[in-house]
């Protein structure tokens, strides 16, 4: 039995009065902290700043295959910039494409030519099917179902575990439902859980049999190089996977350098079978001339090549570690052992997930706003914002001083034992 | 009755024999030039350069509401960047939307989302209607038209006059069919004709009946500070006048800098009623974090006000007003007073258009290709690529060099004529 459920009524009570009275004097100060997006901190925009340099004025403005990247062309990308990014994602540059600034925009705009055109096997356009549903492994990302909602695709919910989405539950639902056309995956560490799929779970979805014919896997691998220990996680290669099943074409790719240089003036790419972007590339050219291939190469010349990227994203960690202990160590000082929460402990990406009892993370969000500490809404994880058990908060470390992070914990803690103290209060 | 039709049937064969011999020398010369699309030239490209200097590394990285442009956020542009942008299209910040580096994507987006959502106003969204239609000015731009054949929205042929779109068609159309949704203009110095549309038009535009209560007018304001002579045509603004008509919801505006400063990695912007883009904010979020402020920053510090814009496309300006008078000159030269040819001469734009006999347009195109000349497909300029009388071809006279666009020019007036002269045989 746990530290808190163990307490008598009258223990929990007097508990409670204490808490409340601390709440009471965090609301005094008039606390004004944003903990809801994953956003990097200005130490880690610093990084990048050199980035600004390596191009000017004087600079040689030629790609390898000589075009000046200063005028139209290279719809898809420049050469040097995609193999970096098929290095990066170890696929052939022959299955990159290079796209704007956002991957974000370049899922968007997946599912909108998947709705409007179809697929590379589709029979006829999405949008005129009766329905389109798309797997959400939850909790996820809420943007992806964000993209869902805008296109009434129906979303249905799939159980995370630690090695990964529930590929029985994934399998049995595919090989049903025609209608099931996707899944929303961050395969490495997963947001918010920071979960990075096993190989058994990645060689499952490149050989699992789908009712639907133009099925495809979202794999935002948004997080690849975004690793928080020495000892990264390891993600198998879906699309190798897939291509070695016979099933290249179900996967599409994306990643993007907003949390490496500068979110919002980074580069995003989208990896697939040469066949899946060829077909999508008669698309792109009524809708752009071409992405920012200065953009492009300021990258490419910043990097030059994946080790530095690498030791780029060591330096990233340096700033972030620090945050995200200082977030596990203030939920182990005052919620570790009271057997009213429990926390993921990821090895990268942006996020910690924490799950209170059930019932209790709207409280807690809610009580934390009253006293200026702005998390992420309770619910946004879950597809249309409903976390049927009301249990996770998404914790994003990142964008806060340790100062502020300090403080923000210390906010945090007190509204999850208190909201967690009426909770068993009224159980008993 | 003009100088080839006066001449008789031998005379035309010996001019015919002669023309072609001077084509066989040009074939056997290998050129290879390629006037296909309005791309600026690489002395129009060093204009800009210095605008890769204006942000470095030591650069202040704040806008004057204090965000950081390096991180997330301005979903919609940054104030400063809305402010220059609004200055220049004469309507106000809050009627901007700074999106992206292509006007081409923000016009996709734009359609994409009214099939989808519909418009503000709209009862459902127009893919749910049995069919979309939007009028196209002819010749216009071909990459509008492949926006319309990409959403399958049928496309109606409106004829241009000088002073714009022959308005008595597209009233009597616009108020007749509720499936007209919208038309393509390119209101200041056409593509590809250099028309600016006179006031009466504007107006007309702006007042008109239309039986679709969701009709839009895609305004695409590509040239409008693309001048070729210090005295511009002036264009009436549009929105002010649909404001005033109480119409403000029917015009989306386009603009961008891909050629002030450079294709690719310029600013595009949509300007309508704040009401209009408060409907498209709503989608644009599931679609993207925001475009580069850190180049819209770019933009903002190298230009600072529109007098800069102007005085920097004055310096366009000198650089490719003699390549347009070079073409001019050649047409006059060689193609002068002979009754088989007419031509634009804009005052403005990237274009020159020139009419053939009927039925030429598509041989001369051919013909200039085998000799190593590359022009706009002929047709490009109608919807479906199907120009009805085979007459309308598109010059592009910036980006060759002088030299090379003289030879090119010597080349085009002689496939003309052989075209033409063949052309009047065949009716003797």
Request: hydrophobic share 45%.
């Given at each position: 039995m746990s530290e808190l459920e163990a307490l008598s009524v009258r223990e929990l009570n007097e508990r409670l009065e204490h808490l409340e009275k601390t709440y009471g004097r965090f609301k005094e100060e008039n606390l004004s902290l944003d903990m809801s997006r994953g956003k990097p901190c200005p130490e880690q925009l610093e990084l990048s700043m050199e980035m600004l340099d390596v191009l000017s004025s004087t600079s040689p403005m030629e790609t390898e295959n000589g075009v000046d990247i200063r005028n139209y062309?290279?719809?898809?990308?420049?050469?040097?910039?995609?193999?970096?990014?098929?290095?990066?994602?170890?696929?052939?540059p022959e299955e990159i494409l290079v796209g704007g600034n956002s991957s974000l925009s370049l899922m968007h705009d997946a599912v909108a030519r998947a709705m409007f055109h179809g697929v590379k096997g589709s029979e006829r356009p999405w949008v005129q099917l009766p329905?389109?549903?798309?797997?959400c492994p939850t909790p996820g990302y809420d943007r992806h179902f964000g993209i869902c909602e805008l296109f009434n695709i129906e979303m249905i919910n799939v159980e995370m575990t630690p090695e990964g989405p529930n590929m029985d539950q994934v399998e049995r639902l595919v090989a049903e439902d025609e209608a099931i056309k996707g899944i929303w995956c961050v395969p490495k560490y997963s947001n918010p859980h920071g979960i990075t799929y096993s190989d058994e779970v990645v060689d499952r979805f490149a050989t699992m049999e789908t009712k639907a014919n133009d099925f495809r896997i979202f794999w935002d691998d948004a997080y690849t190089v975004h690793h928080l220990t020495e000892q990264p996680d390891q993600l198998k290669n879906l699309l190798a996977a897939a291509k070695e099943a016979g099933n290249a074409d179900r996967v599409f790719m994306f990643a993007s350098t907003s949390k490496m240089t500068f979110p919002g003036a980074g580069v995003a790419v989208m990896a697939a079978s040469a066949e899946n972007l060829e077909f999508l590339r008669k698309q792109l050219a009524a809708q752009t001339i071409g992405s920012d291939k200065i953009n492009q190469l300021r990258h490419v010349r910043f990097f030059e090549e994946v080790e530095s990227i690498e030791a780029h994203m060591n330096k990233h960690a340096a700033v972030v570690k620090p945050k995200f202990d200082?977030?596990?160590?203030?939920?182990?000082?005052?919620?570790?052992?009271?057997?009213i929460v429990s926390w993921s402990e990821p090895n990268g990406g942006y996020f910690i997930s924490l799950d209170t009892l059930k019932g209790c993370a709207k409280e807690v969000v809610d009580?934390?706003?009253?006293?200026?500490?702005?998390?992420?809404?309770?619910?946004a994880t879950f597809p249309y914002g409903i976390d049927p058990k009301d249990r996770n908060i998404r914790i994003a470390p990142t964008f806060p001083s340790t100062t502020e992070l300090e403080k923000?914990?210390?906010?945090?803690?007190v509204c999850v034992e208190i909201a967690s103290i009426k909770k068993l209060l009224g159980e008993k």
């Open positions: 062309g290279q719809l898809d990308g420049i050469p040097e910039a995609k193999k970096l990014f098929a290095e990066l994602l170890g696929v052939g329905n389109v549903k798309f797997l200082q977030v596990l160590e203030a939920f182990r000082r005052n919620l570790g052992g009271k057997g009580m934390a706003g009253e006293a200026g500490v702005k998390l992420t809404g309770a619910g923000a914990m210390n906010v945090f803690c």
